[in-house]
């Protein structure tokens, strides 16, 4: 498998994760947390977390180092949960913080060479 399409299955990965955890937002502020779990949004939500499973999985059938995976993994996702978090629930960063996502994106391309 060539890098460039484990990293697209890597970001489909982050893409699943940012969504579950914004269903589980969307979940919890139903009211209580009995509320929460009978809600569909958390159902979703565990729906997307098996798939993103089984994305990694795979790609550790292809000898994906942890360490490599789990920090471009987590850079995906920190930027998509902002972008969710802004377009679901309109929250905001600071400027010092969008530095943060520029210098993570930047390690993305250092660890995937």
Request: charged share 10%.
């Amino acid at each position: 498998m060539s890098k460039i399409v484990a990293v697209i299955i890597l970001f489909i990965a982050a893409v699943l994760i940012a969504f579950a955890d914004a269903f589980i937002k969307k979940a919890a502020v139903s009211g209580t947390f009995i509320a929460s779990l009978k809600s569909p949004w958390l159902y979703w939500s565990v729906l997307f977390y098996l798939a993103q499973i089984l994305l990694v999985v795979y790609l550790f059938l292809y000898q994906w180092k942890l360490g490599i995976l789990a920090n471009v993994f987590v850079v995906f996702y920190s930027i998509l949960t902002v972008v969710l978090g802004y377009l679901m629930f309109a929250e905001k960063l600071a400027p010092i913080q969008v530095i943060g996502i520029i210098l993570g994106i930047s390690g993305v391309f250092l660890m995937t060479r």
